[in-house]
């Protein structure tokens, strides 16, 4: 059964840096897109950024310029480098991945449990 598991996420400063994590296991024969989204207190879930199976990425607007996502696709893995972080980045943060499984079956969306990252001095 397929997990994605995150893991980086914590208290920091404005201005401060953090690093996510999420590693996906479980019946995988490929991934294809991954990505990672954010849900803040009263807000939907959005995307923060996403990259393709060709290492291609995607950024809101928000983040660009302080955000880089990347992956090691031999470890099915998905980094976020989140760097001058704002008390508005706030947020759970969501892995997201898009997976064809070892049976043929698929592609289907998963997604990670979150992971609260919070931005305040």
């Known amino acids: 059964q397929v997990q994605l598991e995150e893991s980086g996420g914590g208290l920091v400063q404005p201005g401060g840096s953090l690093r996510l994590s999420c590693a996906a296991s479980?019946?995988?024969?490929?991934?294809?897109?991954m990505g990672w989204y954010r849900q803040g207190p009263g807000k939907e879930r959005s995307l923060v950024a996403h990259?393709?199976?060709?290492?291609?990425?995607v950024y809101a607007d928000s983040v660009k310029d302080r955000f880089t996502i990347s992956r090691d696709n031999a470890k099915n893995t998905v980094y976020l480098q989140m760097n001058s972080l704002k008390p508005e980045d706030t947020a759970v943060y969501y892995c997201?991945?898009?997976?064809?499984?070892?049976?043929?079956?698929?592609?289907?969306?998963?997604w990670g449990q979150g992971t609260q990252v919070t931005v305040s001095s």
């Open positions: 997201n991945a898009v997976i064809l499984l070892s049976t043929g079956r698929g592609p289907y969306n998963y």
């Open positions: 479980g019946g995988i024969f490929s991934v294809n897109g």
């Open positions: 990259i393709s199976s060709f290492g291609v990425p």
